[in-house]
């Protein structure tokens, strides 16, 4: 059972959560009996080896996979038993997705790429304030071709922030990147988390990251190993790896 180490309102809760996958006879445990609650405004970082479940853990909490078993709940509305249409609705209205590849349409640019989702939120935030937020007003009007892999990835975040989503899912968001642009991007994430008071869950196979966090989750096999409360976050700027 993971103890909530704030006195934030819950914003997913998770009871007996497990998920298994099956190919023909073959069944892998991708997430057994998972416990979890995660606070409004928390920085968690999901922390672990390959295979260890954080990628599935983090698709349910997005609603975009579902568990073989247990309860999600956010804010009190069950996701577990949610029709495709509700889970369309709470992905668009609620979650903003950060992944370890861009995702980018090349042919178009960076306020052009901001401004697709724009469409199917009821509030956005003004374009440029999205892109101003990841530090890439000069870069606007240029493509991603013309754009480092770092600066392609805060236009990613752009998109994911100018919904105003009240919870931001990185999967190995500096995965692909070197160490001084990796910063950057966790400089992006750290910000957001603090002036927006969105929740943060990054996922990490680098220990170092965790120094960020309020929360670090292990994962191994497919359960919680341990949680881990850091009395201090650490800015990225004081991370080494």
């Known amino acids: 059972m993971d103890t909530a180490a704030t006195a934030r309102p819950t914003l997913f809760r998770a009871r007996g959560l497990s998920k298994v996958y099956r190919t023909g006879e073959v069944a892998v445990v991708a997430l057994h009996d998972i416990d979890l609650d995660i606070g409004a405004g928390e920085f968690i970082v999901l922390l672990g080896p390959s295979g260890s479940g954080k990628s599935t853990l983090l698709n349910i909490l997005g609603g975009l996979d579902a568990p073989s078993a247990g309860d999600v709940e956010f804010r009190e509305h069950r ?13 668009r209205e609620h979650v903003g997705f950060v992944f370890q590849f861009y995702n980018l349409i090349p042919s178009l640019t960076v306020r052009e790429n901001v401004a697709l989702v724009t469409d199917i939120v009821q509030d956005p935030m003004p374009i440029d304030e999205a892109i101003d937020r990841v530090g890439l007003t000069p870069r606007r009007d240029h493509f991603p071709a013309q754009l480092s892999g770092g600066e392609q990835q805060r236009v990613a975040i752009a998109r994911a922030i100018v919904k105003r989503p009240e919870v931001l ?16 991007v966790l400089e992006v994430i750290a910000r957001i988390n603090a002036e927006l008071g969105t929740t943060a869950v990054v996922i990490t196979h680098n220990a170092a990251i965790a120094g960020m966090a309020d929360r670090v989750i292990h994962l191994g096999d497919g359960t919680i190993q341990r949680i881990d409360i850091n009395p201090h976050r650490l800015s990225p700027s004081e991370l080494s790896w």
């Open 79 to 91: 996701l577990t038993g949610a029709s495709d249409a509700e889970l369309t609705a709470y992905r």
């Open 169 to 184: 899912l990185c999967d190995e968001p500096t995965g692909a990147l070197d160490y001084r642009t990796g910063k950057l």
